[in-house]
């Protein structure tokens, strides 16, 4: 195999060299043909061109491929794949995958409203969440969410109060917290002991009991999530093997459950990371869910739609210096956080091959750019130290950006957020239109 990323010493400092062809040959549905970047049947360049950049561009095949792999490798045990619904909110997105019969993990009623708007079935809705309101919650119970993943003790009397002044019952699920190490980035780990979510594992069975007890609430499953962009099963196993503890002390307690929910969290290749596959995952937990006889809920979102996304962003200024060359792309930190945020390494590869972008000999001759925004913030970077033959216009596609892109975008800088344009074969459509200046202070007054 082609390797993909090489350190290079340039300028003084070392440089990641990218093989874009070398990359794309792990995309699904992305690759270059004649020396240009394409999506599915559809020209890169052509989207720039006809839709203008920044721009966030996802290809349907891949993201219906990536499910897919969930419910071929779940065939044999009974399974509600839930699509989490922060990674990528997109209507066309959400639509895509309720056709395809998944269900959906919201962590808030806007989340909810956005799924029903797509199509999706509310019944096969998890609602997860540290924050539930009353007022959430009775939304939730209205439009007939299928559980409440509950996060707290408190929260279980909430949702018991909302459900009795509806005359409803509650499905509700616990997220038990199993203090697994997920072994990634600390902001994205969510079952330790440390952080925020979930009940303790020592407090789950209970906490069961006191559900039991609560006269609106109907117990039918046990959650956990422990973290995100989770490169290999261990932790997964060691997290469903806490829960099945639980499980088998639950039942001696006289408490029954219908399903298991292990989460989500399975990471991607941005680069060049070694990730297990779905399949292998699956072939993991399986066995042993099969042997609990309880349907099995899984709640991916970065695996899904991640790697069938790019940003589009073209170079306006090219800033050498002695000391650090800077490319000031249209692209920034408000169009796509994750850099500056979680110092996370993302492809950063030309949407037109030359002979310097594939040759690691060649590649030594390039410049070693950083590629920043124009948003005043010294963290506002997409790519740093990245070997590249760059002029200004050329339009640059960063991979990897179809999960918490658009969705963790904002309007730093009083900046219009991105267009997000959807691709199926040889069509393309605009899926979200990009924002005009206006829209940005349209709910606001002059005083």
Known sequence: MTQIKTLIQNDGDVAM???PKALTNCLPQIDYHNGELYIEQVAVKDIATQYGTPCYVYSRSAMVDAY????KALA???????YAVKANSNLAVLSTLAKEGAGF??????ELARVLAAGGDAKKVVYSGVGKTNQDIEYALEKGVGCFNVESVAELSTIN????KLDKLANISLRVNPNVDAKTHPYISTGLKDNKFGITHEQAVDTYKTAQQLSHLNIVGIDCHIGSQ?????PFVAALDKLIELIDELTQNGITLKHIDLGGGLGVQYIDEQVDSIAELIALIVPKVKQLGLQLMLEPGRSIVANAGVLLTKVDVLKPSEHKNFAIVDAAMNDLIRPALYQAEMAMIPTKLNPATLSEENAVANKSWDIVGAVCETGDFLAKNRLLNLQKGDVLAMTGAGAYGFTMSSNYNTRTRAAEVMIQGSEHKVVRKRECIEQLFANE???
């Open 161 to 164: 109060d909302v459900a009795k």
């Open 76 to 82: 044999e045990v009974d399974h509600q794949v839930c």
């Open 230 to 234: 989770l490169t290999q099963t261990e």
């Open 17 to 19: 060299h990218i093989n």
């Open 105 to 110: 993990d919201i962590v808030s009623i806007g």
């Open 68 to 71: 897919r792999q969930y419910t």
């Open 445 to 447: 007054v002059v005083w």
